[in-house]
């Protein structure tokens, strides 16, 4: 065990250290949403008015949750094309055939997404701040956040995983950017599900993502509920369960292969 957390351990900070090598990994982490975070907040911030929005001080106070989630959706797609390449290069092959267990080669580049997922919670946490927003919760709040962001990071990342191993090919896995972006429309991660129209209304309803969501903006926007917490992680465990289960047939599969 000792040795499987040391080999898992190094992986994830090589995973860490490649990230940061490589812009296009780090990039459409921060910047992306970002900026969509600034036109959105800037374009549309009246719609705080509309009749049955929640109550918030700002529409940036309600997107900021949004963001976070997104760049953690990214840092998983980004995890899944930096474990493709590793495995274009035969890097996966090798650490396949070293005497090392099977699992600490997902956990490893799992273990690296997940502390990008920290950084990226942090990065908008001190946005947010700078730009007057107010968490409810105080410090605990804040803790609360970068800890359901971590998590939700490292459960996107079982996704892109699964799909690195399944394809093997990184331009695969980068081709599924676009649907970060659909699933996250179709949460209540930007709007509100009340405001929504049909059929986006009751897809946001049961969409995993918008448990998320609402966990993380929690904090921010009233005084914390327990309700919104154990519903995230739900839609957490859902989330990375899929993903764990779909990285061992894929593992299995590309194993069997050779």
């Known amino acids: 065990m000792k040795g499987s957390v040391a080999v898992v351990a190094e992986l994830g900070r090589r995973s860490i250290r490649q990230t940061f090598r490589r812009p296009q990994l780090i990039a459409p982490l921060l910047v992306i949403p970002t900026l969509l975070l600034a036109v959105q907040a800037a374009g549309a911030g009246r719609a705080i008015d509309l009749p049955g929005f929640p109550p918030v001080e700002s529409f ?77 919760e105080g410090l605990l709040g804040a803790l609360l956040m970068i800890a359901l962001v971590t998590l939700a990071a490292l459960s996107f990342g079982t996704l892109g995983a699964a799909l690195a191993l399944r394809s093997g090919s990184a331009s695969v896995v980068q081709g599924t950017f676009p649907l970060v972006f659909v699933i996250l429309f179709l949460s209540t991660a930007f709007f509100p599900a009340d405001l929504l129209l049909e059929p986006a209304r009751t897809i946001a309803r049961f969409n995993p993502l918008s448990f998320i969501a609402e966990a993380v903006r929690d904090p921010v926007i009233s005084v914390f509920s327990a309700r919104e917490l154990l519903e995230g992680l739900a839609g957490i465990v859902l989330v990375g369960a899929a993903g764990l289960a779909l990285c061992s047939l894929a593992l299995r599969r590309r194993l069997r292969l050779g």
Do not use: C, K, Y
């Open 60 to 136: 940036f106070d309600f997107l900021l949750a949004g963001a976070m989630l997104q760049s953690a959706l990214l840092a998983g797609n980004s995890g899944g094309i930096a474990l493709a390449i590793d495995i274009e290069m035969g890097f996966t092959d090798r650490l396949l055939a070293a005497p090392i267990p099977r699992f600490a080669i997902v956990a490893g580049r799992l273990a690296g997404t997940a502390a990008m997922g920290a950084v990226t919670a942090v990065w908008f946490l001190a946005i947010g701040l700078i730009f007057g927003v107010r968490i409810e």
